[in-house]
C-alpha cells in the first residue's frame, strides 16, 4: 500500500513539475512576444522621427537657400511667417512656432495625438534647420529659378513629414475640420487660404514675387503628390467575370501578379459572380486590360489609384 501511495505521490509531482513548466514556457513565450513587439514598436518610431527630421531639412534647403532670398513664399502657415519675419526682421522658427501652435491645439482636439507630437515635432525641427541654412548665400537670385527647384526640394521635404504622419502646415488643420463641418472638400478650404496669403505677399513683396509665388506653390503641391504617392503608381483592379479560373492563371504567369477571389452575387439577377482583385503598377495596366479582355470581352473593369501598400508581395516582375 505505501509503494502504491509513494508512486502517486511521484506521479502528482511530476504532473506539478510538468504544469509549472508549461507555465513558464508561457510565460516565457508572452515576455518573448512582448519584447518583439516593443523591438517593433522602437524601429517604427526611430524611422518615424528620422524621416520628419530628414524631411524638415531638406525642406529648410528650398526655403532658406531659394525662395526666401528672392521674396518668394510657400502657401499655409509658412507662407505667413516667412512674411512676418520679412517685416518685423524676426527669426523665422520663432513664427513657425508661435503661428502653428493655434491649429496644432485644435488638431490634438480634433484629429489626434499621434499627429499632433509629429506635427510639432517637424514643425521645431524646421525652425533648428531654418536657422542653420539661414546664413548660407542664395545659389539663386533668379526668381523663375528659385521658384522651380526650391519648389522641388521643399516638395520633397513636406511630402516626407506627410508621409510619416506629420504636416508644416496649420491651415491643412482647419481644412480637415471644416471638410467635416461644411460643404467643402479639404483642397477647396487649403486654396482659398493659400489665395488669400498669396495674395498678400502680392501687397508686401509686388505682384511679380506673388506670381513667381504661385509657380512655387504649384511645384510643391506636385512634388508632395510625388513623393506620397511613389513616381511608379500601383492601382488595384477589380474584375467582374465568369471566366475568372483563366484570367487568374493568365495575370499569374503573364504579370506575375497574386489574384484574391471573392464570392459576389449580381444584384438584379442574384446569380452568383466571383470577383477578382489584383494590385498592378501603372506601367502593367494597359496589359491588364489586354488579357482580361482576351480571355472574356464581357468582364467588368474598375480601377483605382493606390497611395500606399503594406505586406504582401508586390514586386515588379516582367511583362509579356
Not at 190 to 211: H, P, Q, R, T
Not at 298 to 309: K, P, Q, Y
Request: aromatic share 10%; charged share 20%; net charge negative.
Amino acid at each position: 500500500m505505501e509503494e502504491t501511495r509513494t508512486d502517486v505521490s511521484q506521479e502528482a509531482v511530476k504532473q506539478q513539475e510538468e504544469k509549472a513548466a508549461e507555465e513558464q514556457g508561457r510565460e516565457t513565450s508572452k515576455k518573448e512576444s512582448r519584447m518583439e513587439r516593443g523591438k517593433r514598436k522602437a524601429s517604427f518610431y526611430i524611422k518615424k522621427y528620422l524621416t520628419i527630421f530628414l524631411g524638415s531639412m531638406i525642406a529648410a534647403i528650398g526655403l532658406e537657400i531659394f525662395l526666401i532670398p528672392n521674396n518668394v513664399i510657400d502657401g499655409g502657415v509658412v507662407g505667413l511667417s516667412i512674411m512676418a519675419s520679412y517685416i518685423t526682421n524676426m527669426q523665422l522658427g520663432v513664427f513657425l512656432v508661435l503661428l502653428n501652435l493655434p491649429f496644432m491645439y485644435l488638431g490634438y482636439k480634433q484629429i489626434g495625438k499621434n499627429f499632433t507630437i509629429a506635427t510639432f515635432i517637424a514643425i521645431c525641427f524646421l525652425s533648428l534647420w531654418s536657422e542653420v541654412f539661414h546664413p548660407v548665400p542664395p545659389l539663386t537670385m533668379d526668381p523663375f529659378l528659385a521658384a522651380i527647384f526650391g519648389g522641388i526640394i521643399d516638395g520633397v521635404g513636406v511630402g516626407l513629414i506627410i508621409r510619416a504622419g506629420g504636416s508644416l502646415d496649420g491651415t491643412e488643420i482647419v481644412a480637415i475640420i471644416m471638410d467635416k463641418k461644411s460643404v467643402f472638400s479639404v483642397g477647396e478650404v487649403v486654396m482659398f487660404i493659400n489665395l488669400f496669403i498669396l495674395s498678400s505677399a502680392g501687397l508686401l513683396f509686388g505682384w511679380d514675387k506673388a506670381m513667381y509665388s504661385l509657380v512655387a506653390y504649384f511645384v510643391i503641391s506636385k512634388m508632395i503628390d510625388v513623393v506620397i504617392k511613389g513616381l511608379d503608381e500601383s492601382y488595384a483592379v477589380i474584375i467582374v467575370t465568369d471566366a475568372h479560373e483563366e484570367i487568374t492563371s493568365a495575370l499569374n504567369d503573364r504579370l506575375g501578379r497574386g489574384v484574391t477571389l471573392l464570392h459576389g452575387a449580381g444584384g438584379y439577377t442574384g446569380a452568383s459572380k466571383e470577383v477578382l482583385y489584383c494590385v498592378v503598377t501603372r506601367l502593367e495596366v494597359d496589359k491588364l486590360k489586354e488579357i482580361v479582355l482576351e480571355k472574356d470581352e464581357s468582364a467588368f473593369v474598375t480601377i483605382n489609384a493606390v497611395h500606399d501598400i503594406v505586406g504582401g508581395r508586390f514586386k515588379k516582375k516582367s511583362i509579356h
